[in-house]
């Protein structure tokens, strides 16, 4: 059995510029992964393009479920890898896979090797979900966690907007043919993931993991370092008084571990956080990757300049995390999740009718996916902070996995598909149904998160759920 106050010396830490190292470095991921799914959302139709790889709308919905599907294994696996070696081992691999995975789709030739390497690529930010989330709930300070994990998802859009922007340059002809503009996007994104890959190199291993693994020494050691950081910007370390450690009899888990958390204890929790993450996947996923498809085939959007219309969208989608992500600490959880989820599914369902009734333009429909962003993308970076904080510190990375694995599987492969089906078809009534699917699904999660959610706002993880490895203190 081992003593230790870890947990609390760095919830008491006041903001510093190790924070920030933390929120650059790991926040990166997310601006990784909408730089993707931008980057095909903006370039779908050039890639469509006879100069370029020549794909029909079928073929460019089955390269969105293809990457989707590496994301869904990609979780699995380097999820329980991540809660059996470490977080900073495998944020580090997760990046590596992304960096040539993508620097590979800019040298696809053909369908199935464009398909397999966004599986790849896909592989890569599916494991940064696990490694990345627990990192950052268990090395941030409680009292700011929920802000802070929702901003740093919701920097997904900061990716998106740069991938946006970067359409139109790439898909400029005076610039690039366009057989290759596309082709310099991913090279370009793949430059970007050895920035990320170096940045990380200052980030220490989270003291938490180590201390369930027997390793106090090192986890004292690296949380004594981070205090000399602080305390060498000018700033108070508060003391930390002696009630406040924890005795743990480090265990060795796995997924029978998994498995009984899930379905046992935490088995509320656990369909909770399928149903955020799956309603989310669908309503994100199915959107998001048919976007340019809708503005060019519905609204005769020229493919070049469906950037323009992308880098509204993805603004509101990051100003609503970084806007409403306070109130996640101050109101609390439950309030917040549901009323996030509950608007995005009402006025999903209303802007789908819209649509269907042929009432909207390009830039008024635009607007309208901006606004109902605004409130998902909030409620989805919460989805990541409700399954990081409701479950024990030694399977943490693997449940957060699992359920982005789960939740996109059910949501996120079958939506791209269905919507490229429907747009192929050309039926404003089949894409509508979409929509109401994406929005049912939105309002039965703020439903079942006012019942089930907990609240964990200002709380200490091992307080939230307690490690698996707690004991009684002797007497």
């Known amino acids: 059995m081992i003593r230790t106050n870890a947990p609390a010396r760095l919830d008491r830490l006041p903001w510093a510029r190790f924070h920030w190292l933390v ?9 990784l992964d909408g730089l993707e799914v931008t980057l095909v959302g903006s370039l779908s139709a050039a890639i469509a ?11 460019v919905g089955m390269t969105g479920s293809a990457y989707v599907a590496g994301a869904v294994l990609g ?3 380097f999820g329980r890898l991540t809660d059996s070696f470490g977080r900073k081992r495998l944020f580090t691999l997760t990046v590596g896979v992304y960096l040539i995975a993508t620097i590979a789709t800019g040298l696809s030739w053909s369908f199935a090797s464009f398909a ?7 592989a890569g930010i599916g494991g940064e979900y696990g490694a990345v989330n627990s990192a950052i709930d268990e090395l941030i300070p409680a009292r700011r966690r929920g802000f802070v994990d929702l901003a740093i998802n919701g920097s997904f859009w900061i990716g998106a907007a740069l991938g946006a922007a970067g359409s139109l340059v790439v898909l400029d002809p005076a610039l690039f043919a366009p057989s290759r503009g596309w082709r310099v996007a991913f090279l370009i994104g793949g430059a970007l993931a050895g920035v990320i890959l170096f940045i990380r190199r200052f980030l220490p291993e989270s003291p938490r993991w180590l ?9 004292h050691r690296i949380v004594t370092e981070i205090e000399d950081r602080v305390r060498a910007e000018g700033r108070a370390v508060e003391s930390v008084e002696s009630a406040a450690a924890i005795h743990l009899n480090p265990v060795r888990v796995g997924f029978r571990a998994l498995a009984r958390v899930l379905a046992g204890r935490y088995r509320a929790r656990a369909v909770l956080g399928l149903t955020l993450m799956a ?5 994100y996923n199915a959107v998001f990757f048919t976007y340019a498809m809708i503005l060019t085939r519905f609204y005769g959007v020229a493919a070049p300049r469906v950037g323009w219309y992308i880098l509204p969208f993805a603004l509101g989608n990051f100003a609503g995390p970084l806007l409403l992500g306070p109130l996640f600490d101050a109101i609390g ?4 999740i549901t009323g996030a989820y509950g608007l995005a599914g009402a006025l999903l369902a209303l802007t789908g009718w819209a649509f269907a009734q042929g009432l909207l333009s390009a830039t008024a ?4 996916w901006s606004v109902i962003f605004f409130f998902a993308s909030a409620a989805a970076s919460a989805c990541y902070l409700t399954v990081g904080e409701a479950f024990p510190l030694e399977v943490r990375a693997g449940a957060i996995s699992a359920f982005y694995a789960l939740g996109t599987a059910i949501g996120g492969i079958a939506g791209p598909a269905l919507f490229g089906a429907n747009i192929a078809a050309g039926s404003r009534s089949r894409i509508f149904l979409g929509y109401l699917i994406g929005a049912v699904g939105m309002l039965a999660a703020a439903a079942l998160e006012a019942w089930l959610g907990p609240d964990a706002e200002r709380k200490p993880l091992e307080e939230v759920a307690p490690p698996l490895s707690l004991v009684e203190p002797p007497s």
């Open 279 to 283: 309603s989310q996947a669908f309503c």
């Open 333 to 336: 959880r439950r309030v917040m």
């Open 365 to 368: 429909q635009t607007a309208a």
């Open 116 to 122: 397999f390497c966004r599986f790849l690529t896909g």
């Open 49 to 59: 393009d006879k100069r370029a790889l020549g794909l029909s709308p079928a073929e």
């Open 23 to 31: 929120v650059t470095a790991l926040g990166a991921a997310w601006i």
């Open 75 to 77: 979780a699995l696996l």
């Open 211 to 219: 201390m369930t693994h027997g390793r106090l020494d090192e986890a």
